[in-house]
Structures are given as C-alpha cells and as structure tokens.
C-alpha cells in the first residue's frame, strides 16, 4: 500500500539531514527520509581522527570519474557518503563557510536573497561555535565548533610556523579572515572526543519525529500532470511508492540528485528522448555546470620521527591565498595532513573496490607515521563536467566527469599551489623540528613542466561536488531562488548540487546552510492538511 506524508526527503545526507529535522518541528508535519544507504556506522566516524577509514568501506559510494581528457584519459577516485548522514559521516570537519564574495557572486549572478547579508543568519544559526575569534559567529547552534588548535599536533604548529617563515600571515579564523595561514575551526563536540556532523547534531535529535525508510534508492519521482506527487524508491529488491501530499524534496548530492531528476524526466529532452525517457521538463542545466575541486595528494614528505598520535581530526591547519594579487577571495589551499593512509597502496585498493568490490586492506594499516602529505586543493576551478545517465537503469551509477583541467588555469594554479607546498617543507621550521625531506615529487622532478607532468598524473578529487542542478535565472538554471524546480510544481533541490558556483572554500558549512534555508522555504508555504480542511 502506498504511504502517505506531507515531505518526502529523498536522501538523508547532509542537507537532508537539516532539512527533515527542521520540517518535523512543523507541528502535524509527516516527515519521510528516503535513505539509499543504511543507519549503520562505524567507530571511524565518531572518531574524529579516523575518518581515513570511511572512505572505501559501504559508507561510500566510491565512484569513479569517466576518462578525464585533461589528465591524459585517467579516471579518478571520488568519496561520497552513504547512509544515515551521508557524506556529512565522512567530511574532514573543516568548518569553513565560504567568503562573504562567494555569496554576493551568487546574487549578483541571478540569485537574489543569497547575498552574504542574505545567508549570514543560517550559517549563526547552525554554529555553536566555542570561542570568539570570528566576530559573526553563531553560538547557540546545534553543530559544536571548536578551534582545531585545542587538540592541536605539533607537527601542524610546525606548518603554521613554516607558512609565517615564508611571509604569509597568520590569522585566528578563516570564517572572519579569508587570506593566509590558520588552525583551522572544525566540527568536533570535545567534551564527548566525537564529530559532530549532521547526524548527531540535527537528525538523532529529531528521529522521534521523523520517519525513516534506509535501503531504499529512489528511483524515479511520480507526477500528475506538472505536480509532483511521490517517490518511487527500490527497496529489498520490490518497487514501491510513497505520496507527498505537499512537497518532495531531493537531497541526493550533487551526483545523484542529477541523476534522479533526468531518470524522472527532468533534463535535456534531446538527451532524455534518446534515452527513451518520457520529458516532464526540458531543463538542459540538469547534470550540467558540474564541478569540483581539484585536489593533489602531495606533495609527500618524509619526516626523521614519528608524529604524536592524532588528538583531533588530522587536517588541523591550512593556508588560504591568492594565485595573483587582488583576487577577492582566495582560489588556492593548502592543507597538512599528519596521519593519512595515501600512497600507492592506497590506491591500489581504490582500485580494487571500485573494479571488484572485494574485500580491502583495512586503511588504518597503509599509515606510516612520519609520513606528512600537503593537500592542494583549487578553491576557484574554471573547469566545468557533467552528471549523465549510464543508461535508464536506476541502480546504474552516472557517468560523472568533473573535468579536472579541461580550463589550462586550473593546472596552472594548481602547480603553483605544488611550489608552494613544496617551499613549505623546505622551510627551516620543517627542516629543525622533523628533519622532514620531500619524497614525492622528490628532486628528479624540478622545472615547472616536469611539476605539470607530476600534478597531471597526482590530481584527483576534493570530494566537493557541486552545480549540477544550479540555482539561477538563466537558461541552465534548474531551481529558482527558492530552491523548487523550474517548470514543475512541488518538487525542490536542495543540497550541493544547487550551489551555482562552488564556494572558494570547503563546502559542508555551505551545504548545511542550504538545508537551513530550503526548510524555511518549504515552512512558509506549508499548510497541514487539517488547518487546511477548516478553511
Ligand atoms: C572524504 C570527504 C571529506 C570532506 N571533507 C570536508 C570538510 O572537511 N569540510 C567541508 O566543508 N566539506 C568537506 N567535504 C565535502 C562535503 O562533505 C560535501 O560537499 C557535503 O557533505 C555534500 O552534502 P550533500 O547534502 O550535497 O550530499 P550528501 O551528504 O552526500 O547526501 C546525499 C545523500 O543522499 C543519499 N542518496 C543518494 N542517492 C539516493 C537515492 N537515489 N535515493 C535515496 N538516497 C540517495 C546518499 O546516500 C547520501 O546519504 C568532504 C567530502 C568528502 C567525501
């Protein structure tokens, strides 16, 4: 039998996650979450500094790209959670909320009311941020922020002295200072040692109000006429439906929420007609502007002793800058990673789950403790890719592509980004406190066209997926302003997908605060059937 309810949120990840909890304080509202994956976790999420041994196991889907064209046909590895909290259960906890310039981009460029005056109150509203180094800061929200310099490493204060050596300034918050090197804030509850995503800190909360289908992969979302009505979903290997009596809201992410709308009907209809798929709206932005942040594993160094275990999460510290002077905001960082298990082996087994979804060496034994790796990561891509259907098969992963480096600047800065590492380790700070040298790109590898060689083959995914259902005004807008879906009724997007340009910045603070505002959305226009019956 069909169930009924008055929201059904297809994917319980993280702007999903926001999103029901915020609806079930509606009062009368039926709330149901759509979940592919399970409620299952592990030990390794809670634990902030293990978040290394997520990646690969059934918390992520672990896709791989198609052929990039821009680094020579190779695929790449991409993470993205699944389950109860979906990526939310495997971010680094880097709290970073995007640049005030990001925000203003978004309104100037057809998206009015997500200006950084605009979203400011979502993202106070979520924090509950500890100390007081970032002037606007929330402190009364649900996601507990601390400075990651509390449960520092000393191998990161070690980076941060290399980064002032060098002449980069440090500063206290990159939520209030967007330029040079800081510890960074993350979401870590300290007095449980836990990692507070959204999982525990929006959606256990509100379980009790909220209904819960796990295991169940929707397929295609049901329409009368431009309405939609309810979601399909796959569960225990039958079909079944569920009716929304006012709104579907689709938080899949930024690879499946695409995939999901074309499956529907919702896309290119050249592309959907030859597919065989019957057009509800010709929308040619859905799986288009898709994008990412380019991220290179390295460089690596060698250090003459171990780090001290992990107290935090182990991507403590970072540098924020400019390729050029005068940019707004910054488009290049740098991260240090203290304790990861990335290496050759590494991704041998990437490989091997991807190809054959065999059983894997557990990553907690592919550390080597004086191992460092710098993480570069393109904050500002030009590159754009696209989400596509592999075929009408609803259990089918997407082709996705990124296009890492399909735009020559994004090489370009991202070598710059590489040299900079690179200065980084050969400080004095590195050299006195760990007798640190550089194993890759090591020196065989030293003119700028030998480093593109290097960074061409070592670049891969910064798991920050985004634009492929885009907010705007133009013509490959997907959503309007308040999130619903162009051309039909009843139906919105909300999660990364709806991020028109990525924010320079890493993405989950973003994403949280989308799930805040489309549940404000969606609590505006919303009348319970009872109230609606008296009227
Ligand atoms: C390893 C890693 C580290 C990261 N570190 C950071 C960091 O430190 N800081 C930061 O700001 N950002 C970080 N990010 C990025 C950030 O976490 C993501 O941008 C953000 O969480 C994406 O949220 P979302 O709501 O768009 O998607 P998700 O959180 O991925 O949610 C999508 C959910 O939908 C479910 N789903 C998908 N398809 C279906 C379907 N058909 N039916 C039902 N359910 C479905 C999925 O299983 C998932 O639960 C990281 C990402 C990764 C992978």
């Excluded at 991260?335 to 054959?356: M, W």
Aim: proline share 7%; hydrophobic share 40%.
């Amino acid at each position: 039998m069909t169930q009924t309810v008055d929201f059904v949120v297809v994917g319980g990840g993280t702007a999903g996650s926001v999103v029901a909890a915020r609806l079930s304080e509606l009062p009368g509202a039926r709330v149901l979450v759509l979940e592919a994956g399970d409620t299952k976790i592990t030990d390794a999420v809670v634990d902030p500094s293990r978040w290394n041994e997520v990646l690969l196991t059934e918390l992520d889907w672990a896709y791989m790209s198609e052929p990039q064209p821009g680094l020579g046909g190779r695929q790449v590895y991409s993470a993205a959670g699944r389950g109860l909290g979906g990526t939310s259960n495997v971010y680094h906890m880097i709290h970073t909320r995007g640049r005030p310039a990001d925000f203003d981009a978004w309104a100037y460029d057809g998206c009015p009311g997500w200006s950084f005056a605009d979203v400011l109150p979502y993202f106070r509203r979520m924090e509950g941020q500890r100390d007081a180094t970032n002037p606007t800061a929330g402190h009364e929200g649900p996601i507990k922020i601390v400075n990651a310099r509390d449960m520092g490493n000393p191998v990161s204060q070690t980076f941060v002295e290399a980064c002032v050596e060098l002449g980069y300034p440090q500063v206290e918050d990159f939520n209030a200072d967007s330029f040079g090197v800081s510890w960074h804030h993350v979401d870590i509850d300290v007095d449980k040692g836990t990692r507070c995503g959204v999982r525990a800190a929006y959606l256990e909360p509100a379980l009790e109000r909220i209904g819960v289908e796990v295991g169940a992969l929707a397929t295609r979302l049901l329409f009368e006429g431009e309405r939609c009505v309810g979601v399909e979903y796959l569960k225990d290997g039958e079909l079944r439906t569920v009716r929304a009596e006012h709104e579907v809201i689709v938080c899949a992410g930024a690879i499946q929420s695409p995939k999901l709308l074309q499956l529907s009907g919702i896309g290119k209809a050249g592309s959907l007609a030859a597919l065989g798929i019957p057009v509800v709206a010709d929308l040619p932005g859905v799986g288009a502007n898709f994008h990412d942040h380019p991220l290179v594993i390295g460089p690596i160094g060698y250090m003459d002793k171990a780090a001290p275990d992990p107290r935090g999460q182990v991507t403590e510290v970072g540098l924020f800058w400019g390729s050029e002077p005068g940019l707004p905001v910054p488009d290049m960082e740098i991260c240090l990673v203290h304790r990861a298990p990335f290496g050759d082996q590494f991704f041998a087994n990437v490989i091997k789950r991807v190809e054959t979804g065999q059983p894997l060496t557990p990553v907690r034994e592919l550390v080597d403790p004086k191992i460092v790796l710098t993480l570069p990561g393109l904050v500002r891509p030009l590159s754009r890719g696209s989400v596509r259907l592999a075929g009408t098969d609803p259990t089918a992963y997407p082709r996705v592509s990124a296009n890492y480096f399909g735009e020559r600047s994004d090489l370009e800065r991202t070598v710059t980004m590489v040299e900079i590492a690179r200065d980084i380790y050969a400080s004095s700070a590195f050299r006195r406190d760990w007798g640190l040298t550089e194993v890759a790109p090591g020196p065989d590898v030293r003119t700028r066209e030998q480093l593109s060689a290097w960074v061409t083959e070592n670049v891969g995914s910064y798991y920050h997926f985004a634009g492929s259902c885009k907010m705007g005004s133009d013509s490959l807008a997907v959503v309007d302003t308040r999130l619903r879906v162009r051309g039909v009724e009843g139906l919105r997007v909300a999660d990364a997908s709806i991020m028109p340009t990525i924010v320079s910045a890493n993405p989950h603070t973003t994403t949280v605060m989308i799930g805040e505002r489309a549940a404000e959305f969606v609590a505006a226009d919303f009348v319970p059937a009872r109230q609606e019956a008296t009227r």
